[in-house]
């Protein structure tokens, strides 16, 4: 009975008549809202200068036009926690487009403006990154959807599509008013005590992908989740439909939780609250998991000096793959990610081969196909001294040689097309794997030799 009571107010609350009566949303919510102000200009000039000089612009030139402007979100959050982030959320009470026009001319910048999304960019030299948004409110015609996004009425309203009390705080720019903190969801009492409180209780059910905005935030910076915001987390993740949820989403939220290496923290959080579920995916963590990552995460420092390229959100993100194959191949992805992902699924099988000794060149012959990430999954994940000590010298001593002569050399060497090029360029790989014809003239003399031998001349 009271599953059918539940879904039938999931039903009502995700139709149309509930987007009409949106505005009647905040009856819901989970915390007393009450507007509260304070007088926080000293904490601004905590910022580096250039943020603070485009904050002084910014607010200028909407007070020039008398329309409010807000600093919201991560930046305000972060100052408080005294973290930098050179991310800035900017919210508008006017006509976004003109002010953004003539912003971005003040500074001699360029802008984009979005006019179905009120939304615009402006990117500022110095890596500053500024996102400029007209007030708005967001509606999911189900779990898991885009929102809807309408003009909202006022700041508050903005406010209450937000995910966490956290990030609900917000700054005002204009002269008069700069730096008087609005806090409408008590925010700042839960920043002090480190607690993740959602606003209502279907913000999980609207955007599941906050589940993993959370466990970011507890991670990296120790918060826990209140309460009644974990029960609910709990059941949005035990009963919800994440089938509508599209990956592309969920992997955006996964890159912005693996970009920094992985912490330990994060093994306790993911027992308890299984955030891979949003993939449809049941991952364990099982006892060797903090382990390996902390082996991964010496081996990127150690790599980092090197112009690898490695895709490293990927990486760490397919630690947790290492049992979904099947699932994961069905996934629409960048063919280079999915590879990733399904590296250790795909090449486990190798390991056991990998348990002996090996000359150089079987070594490389089974592990050539290899890019960087994936030896590096099946390094952490290999169990044994001698699999391990293989693919080390496998990356560290062979991957990187080249040959120094190539097919036209053979061809000006007096070798007539076919299939003995290939053989011959391979015997010289294997010679220079096993430590010899370190330069060109040997290693030209060698397929020289071979030409002859096997009578490849042309005629
Ligand atoms: N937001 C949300 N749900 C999401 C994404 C964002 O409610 N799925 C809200 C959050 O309140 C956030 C704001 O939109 O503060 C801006 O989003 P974003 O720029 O992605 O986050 P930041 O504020 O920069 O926060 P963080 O530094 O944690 O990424």
Not at 18 to 39: A, M, N, T
Not at 133 to 150: F, H, Q
Not at 195 to 213: E, M, N, Y
Not at 225 to 239: G, I, Q
Request: aromatic content about 10%.
């Amino acid at each position: 009975m009271e599953n059918i009571e539940r879904q039938d107010l999931l039903a009502a609350y995700y139709t149309g008549n509930f987007l009409e009566q949106g505005k009647y949303r905040q009856e819901y919510s989970l915390v007393e809202i009450k507007k509260r102000e304070r007088d926080l200009s000293p904490l601004l000039q905590r910022l580096p200068a250039d943020i603070l000089r485009f904050l002084e612009i910014a607010g200028d030139l909407a007070e020039k036009y008398q329309i409010r402007l807000y600093l919201v979100g991560g930046l305000v959050r972060d100052i408080f926690l005294n973290i930098e982030n050179r991310d800035l959320d900017l919210v508008l009470e006017g006509d976004l487009e003109t002010y953004i026009r003539e912003l971005a001319e003040v500074l001699k910048v360029e802008y984009t403006y979005n006019a179905w999304f009120r939304t615009g960019n402006l990117a500022l030299p110095g890596g500053l990154n500024v996102d400029l948004a007209g007030l708005r409110r967001e509606y999911y015609r189900y779990s898991g959807a885009l929102p809807e996004v309408e003009p909202a009425d006022d700041i508050l309203e903005d406010l209450f599509r937000r995910d966490y009390t956290v990030n609900t705080l917000v700054l005002i720019l204009n002269e008069g008013k700069w730096g008087c903190l609005l806090d409408y969801f008590n925010g700042l009492e839960d920043l002090r005590e480190g607690k993740l409180r959602i606003l209502h209780p279907f913000s999980f059910l609207d955007d599941p992908t906050r589940i993993i905005r959370g466990a970011r935030l507890a991670s990296k910076i120790g918060f826990t989740f209140e309460e009644v915001s974990a029960a609910l987390l709990k059941e949005a993740l035990t009963e919800a439909d994440f089938s509508h949820l599209s990956l592309e989403r969920v992997l955006k939220e996964l890159e912005l939780l693996f970009a920094t290496p992985i912490n330990p923290a994060l093994f306790p959080l993911l027992r308890n609250y299984p955030i891979f579920k949003l993939l449809n995916l049941e991952v364990e963590i099982g006892e060797e998991l903090p382990e390996q990552a902390e082996e991964l995460e010496a081996y990127l420092a150690e790599l980092s000096e090197k112009n690898y390229n490695i895709e490293e959100w990927v990486l760490r993100t397919a630690l947790f793959f290492a049992d979904a194959g099947e699932e994961i191949s069905g996934w629409k992805l960048r063919s280079d990610y999915k590879d990733i992902f399904l590296a250790y699924y795909r090449y486990k099988s190798l390991l056991p081969e990998l348990d002996r000794d090996l000359a150089a060149d079987e070594l490389a012959a089974k592990l050539k196909a290899l890019r960087m990430e994936e030896l590096l999954l099946l390094l952490v994940k290999g169990r044994g001294r001698r699999i391990k000590e293989n693919i080390l010298r496998y990356m560290k001593e062979l991957r990187d040689i080249e040959l120094k002569i190539n097919g036209k050399d053979l061809l000006a060497s007096g070798l007539k097309p076919g299939p003995l090029f290939r053989e011959i360029l391979d015997a010289v790989y294997r010679e220079r794997l096993k430590g010899s014809l370190y330069t060109r003239e040997e290693q030209l003399a060698y397929a020289r030799d071979l030409i002859r031998e096997r009578g490849g001349n042309k005629e």
